[in-house]
């Protein structure tokens, strides 16, 4: 055995074995690195290696790395690092956010290019207009639908009813949400909060996504669709970040400072706060781990509600093989299946992004069981898109900092506002 290998190597190096390279199965691998985030909570993480060894099962001459890599933030860096290094993954979960920096770095493909076939434009035809909007840019679209959701809110059903309110009947305008929240704060003996009314994350890489619901409920926008311009002076964005500044300090139901995204269900489950507005993604999470009777809402309006689209799509990179991209685009359809989103459905509370999904029978029998997952489904036409424009990590900071600013008291939302526009403002000036 072992002569034979040494003469193999012998003739491949001669390259006078072609036929044996090509009956090899350890030749004809194609193999694929595969970057994803986790940014819920529960066993992501097997769930995905699960579906990539059926993958690799149905597919013996593709190999797949599934590479976790931290939250959205860092699995950004790690694939813009590694491709500048020549060495990306063919494939990867990032923001839909950050179509624009993927394309200004010229780092990935367009998706739409690999669609050839009949199946192939069915399958793409499948998914719902509004999360495909997002990654539409430039005349192609530059990637697809995976772990998508919308911002919901979790309300403690038992908290509104110790406290005189109706458990079914969750807060409709900014007006009742306060209302709401003063009900259920509590405090002990000293005076020191043991309950907050509302939780909403103000830390860097959340802020923006829970801003963009407040100010589409307020009826405006905080960026155009070409990512070249942001509205962040317009009266309505700074109402609503007074309001969020009110909440604390007017209205005393909300943490003073900034609520952290990463310690909210947390806080949530163990009754620190009695609402949150949080991803969907979180659902199966806090419906495995909740001691109390807990409901989840669509947000509220003022007047009209609205939330937004947040999540990560599949973008394959281009300084790949053809043979890696062919192979990712297979990856990225398997995975955007209508049988494997609906049950990556069911495993995390992301959204389906596809009709299909919502006709199957593991979502026809999970929402049977559980209608609080149809919550985002039915928000999804009062959804905006995340805040994303070009150079997308600059402004998504600089709008951060801002809301951090006015969050903590160090300045006035209408100062930290028209101070974060005017620094956006020269740095997307080149792409108007």
Same mark, same amino acid.
């Given at each position: 055995?072992? #002569?034979?290998?040494?003469?193999?190597?012998?003739?491949?190096?001669?390259?006078?074995?072609?036929?044996?390279?090509?009956?090899?199965?350890?030749?004809a691998?194609?193999?694929?690195?595969?970057?994803?985030?986790?940014?819920?909570?529960? &066993?992501?993480?097997k769930?995905?290696?699960?579906?990539?060894?059926?993958?690799?099962?149905?597919?013996? *001459?593709?190999?797949?790395?599934?590479?976790?890599?931290?939250?959205?933030?860092?699995t950004?860096?790690?694939?813009?690092?590694?491709?500048?290094?020549?060495?990306?993954?063919?494939?990867?979960?990032?923001?839909?956010?950050?179509?624009?920096?993927?394309?200004? %770095?010229?780092?990935?493909?367009p #998706?739409?290019?690999?669609?050839?076939? /009949?199946?192939?434009?069915?399958? !793409?035809?499948?998914?719902?207009p509004?999360y495909?909007?997002?990654?539409?840019?430039?005349?192609?679209?530059?990637?697809?639908?995976?772990?998508?959701?919308?911002?919901?809110?979790?309300?403690?059903?038992?908290?509104?009813?110790?406290?005189?309110?109706? &458990?079914?009947?969750? &807060?409709?305008?900014?007006?009742?949400m306060v209302a709401?929240?003063?009900?259920?704060?509590?405090?002990?003996?000293?005076?020191? =909060?043991?309950?907050? *009314?509302?939780?909403? @994350?103000?830390?860097?890489?959340?802020?923006?996504?829970?801003?963009?619901?407040?100010?589409?409920?307020?009826? @405006?926008?905080l960026?155009?669709?070409?990512?070249?311009?942001?509205?962040?002076?317009? +009266?309505?964005?700074?109402? @609503?970040?007074?309001?969020?500044?009110?909440?604390?300090?007017?209205?005393?139901?909300?943490?003073?400072?900034?609520?952290?995204?990463?310690?909210?269900?947390? /806080?949530?489950?163990?009754?620190?706060?009695?609402m949150?507005?949080?991803?969907?993604?979180?659902?199966?999470? #806090?419906?495995?781990?909740? =001691?109390?009777?807990?409901?989840v809402?669509?947000?509220p309006?003022?007047?009209?509600?609205?939330?937004?689209?947040? *999540?990560?799509?599949f973008?394959?990179?281009?300084?790949?093989?053809?043979?890696?991209?062919?192979?990712?685009?297979k990856?990225?359809?398997?995975?955007?299946?209508?049988?494997?989103?609906?049950?990556?459905?069911?495993?995390?509370?992301?959204?389906?992004?596809?009709?299909?999904?919502?006709?199957?029978?593991? !979502?026809?029998?999970?929402?049977?069981?559980?209608?609080?997952?149809?919550?985002? !489904?039915?928000q999804?036409?009062?959804?905006? +898109?995340?805040?994303?424009?070009? %150079?997308?990590?600059?402004?998504?900071?600089?709008?951060?900092?801002?809301?951090?600013? @006015?969050?903590?008291?160090?300045?006035?939302?209408?100062?930290?506002?028209?101070?974060a526009?005017?620094?956006? /403002?020269?740095?997307?000036?080149?792409?108007?």
């Open positions: 055995m072992h #002569i034979i290998k040494r003469n193999l190597l012998k003739l491949a190096a001669t390259g006078l074995v072609l036929g044996v390279v090509g009956a090899s199965q350890a030749f691998q194609t193999k694929l690195d595969f970057y994803y985030p986790v940014q819920v909570g529960g &066993p992501v993480t769930v995905i290696d699960g579906y990539v060894a059926k993958f690799m099962a149905e597919n013996p *001459g593709i190999q797949v790395a599934p590479i976790y890599s931290g939250n959205y933030n860092d950004t860096t790690k694939a813009l690092t590694a491709a500048k290094a020549g060495t990306p993954p063919a494939i990867a979960v990032l923001l839909a956010t950050d179509v624009f920096t993927l394309i200004d %770095e010229d780092v990935v493909e #998706i739409d290019q690999f669609v050839k076939t /009949d199946e192939d434009k069915a399958w !793409l035809d499948g998914f719902m509004a495909l909007k997002s990654a539409q840019t430039e005349g192609h679209l530059w990637s697809v639908p995976f772990q998508r959701s919308t911002a919901v809110m979790y309300y403690n059903k038992q908290a509104f009813k110790d406290a005189g309110l109706d &458990p079914e009947n969750y &807060p409709k305008t900014w007006d009742d709401a929240g003063k009900a259920v704060t509590q405090k002990d003996a000293s005076g020191n =909060t043991t309950r907050w *009314g509302i939780g909403i @994350a103000g830390n860097v890489g959340s802020s923006q996504w829970m801003f963009g619901a407040l100010a589409a409920q307020n009826g @405006a926008r960026m155009n669709d070409e990512g070249t311009e942001t509205y962040l002076t317009d +009266p309505k964005v700074v109402e @609503a970040l007074q309001y969020w500044v009110d909440l604390s300090k007017k209205n005393g139901v909300h943490p003073q400072g900034i609520f952290e995204w990463g310690t909210a269900p947390a /806080d949530f489950l163990a009754g620190r706060v009695s949150i507005w949080h991803t969907t993604g979180n659902l199966t999470n #806090i419906r495995k781990n909740a =001691t109390f009777d807990f409901g809402a669509p947000f309006g003022h007047p009209n509600p609205a939330s937004t689209l947040g *999540g990560g799509n973008y394959i990179f281009k300084d790949t093989s053809d043979e890696q991209k062919q192979a990712a685009f990856l990225a359809k398997f995975l955007t299946s209508d049988e494997i989103l609906a049950d990556w459905a069911v495993q995390t509370g992301y959204v389906a992004p596809r009709d299909g999904a919502w006709k199957t029978q593991t !979502l026809t029998d999970y929402t049977a069981e559980e209608p609080n997952a149809l919550v985002a !489904l039915k999804i036409p009062n959804a905006v +898109p995340e805040f994303s424009t070009h %150079e997308n990590a600059r402004t998504t900071k600089i709008l951060n900092d801002a809301l951090a600013a @006015a969050l903590t008291g160090n300045k006035t939302p209408e100062k930290a506002l028209a101070d526009q005017t620094e956006i /403002d020269k740095i997307l000036k080149q792409y108007r």
